[in-house]
């Protein structure tokens, strides 16, 4: 290291003279503040030998990590649990409270909710979750559609979405309503009829069996919902809200669970 180090000098001293006139002020200086340096370096590479080199910083290797999710049955618990005290808030008078803590691992939503569009339901309240927390869809009855299938498909795609509750409510006006002649109001008949005749069928409340085909339609229709379910990343629960009490009762029985033939 000192040859090199001396070598050094020599190359600033030719630099000095071939650009003399310009430079013969400023290299001296240089020169008087580089020559302890190099000649203490010298000495501390006879005495130590060459300084050992620095362990190089290899880039850590990319490693494709699992995405957090959320199970179906956590987030069930979750929206069930916010139910609880909504109920307790409501018996007492007083307004709901506020959200809970949000869950970990959950995508974009906690949940969605599909419930029927002239529900007078605080939806975010009722399940204890901020609004941006839960993607509601209004919709009559609720009778889904291939938009709302459409939505959910890619909900639980791409924002690892794993719970959908289906919500009808047993004060339903417009189950009731007398349907207009057009063929909008044909189409709502159509599907009111037909989820009348499956509730006579299986022995449920009209809301109950509307919530329970409009899940089975959307399991039937969809394939990768179907795959998601089948995987056990999605659930889709059916529920009816009841006004007076303000409590939604989940139908979870083996009965209300059974997958039966496509209604349309
Ligand atoms: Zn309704």
Redesign the pocket.
Known sequence: MLPSATARVGELNDLKSSRAGCTVEVLPMRITCLLPCLLFSAWLTAQHGTPPQQPKHEAAPLVHAPHPFLPPAAALECLRAGLVLYAAASMKGQSPPPPSERPGGAGRYVAAVVC????DLDLSGMFGLAQKDLLVIRV?GPFLSLEITALLEQAVLRERLSLCVVLS?AD????SAEATQSPAGQALKSRIEAARALATERHLALPAAIAGNERDQLIWSSPPISAAIKEGRFRIVPATFFAPTKTVLMHLSRKEEMPIAPVK
């Open positions: 029927c569009a002239d529900a009559p409510h339903c006006a417009c189950l």
